[in-house]
């Protein structure tokens, strides 16, 4: 059992999603076994979400002050094993070394 980890809170100053069809072959290609690329009118799709966080805290800290974060992730528009829609995301970017201290323990 995963022990429950503390709420990391910040305040979202911007957020920019860009989305891009790939062929779908491309994209399996880049999934672990169990997922499959969920198919968009014969596209996969793969997002890119940057955001830039500010007052960053873990709970019960209130987010007055913190350190600010720039980061980005690929997402893939993905079906499970039971064949639901769901979001893959291979890895986290980000320019704070708090951040990828937190994401590293398994913080979102």
């Known amino acids: 059992m995963r022990p429950v980890l503390p709420s990391v809170r910040a305040r979202m100053r911007e957020r920019y999603i860009v989305n891009v ?8 290609a880049e999934l672990p076994g169990c997922l499959d690329p969920q198919d968009v009118n014969g ?22 002050i913190g350190p600010r974060s ?9 079906l499970d094993e039971g064949g639901a829609p769901s979001v893959f995301v291979p890895e986290r970017q ?4 708090l ?6 323990r398994g913080f979102s």
């Open 21 to 28: 069809r790939v062929p779908p072959d491309v994209l399996a």
């Open 70 to 78: 720039m980061g980005c992730a690929a997402r893939y528009a993905v």
């Open 99 to 104: 951040g990828a201290w937190f994401t590293r």
């Open 43 to 64: 596209w996969g799709i793969v997002s890119f979400c940057l955001l830039d966080l500010r007052r960053i805290s873990v709970a019960p800290l209130p987010p007055m």
């Open 94 to 97: 980000t320019g704070s070394r």
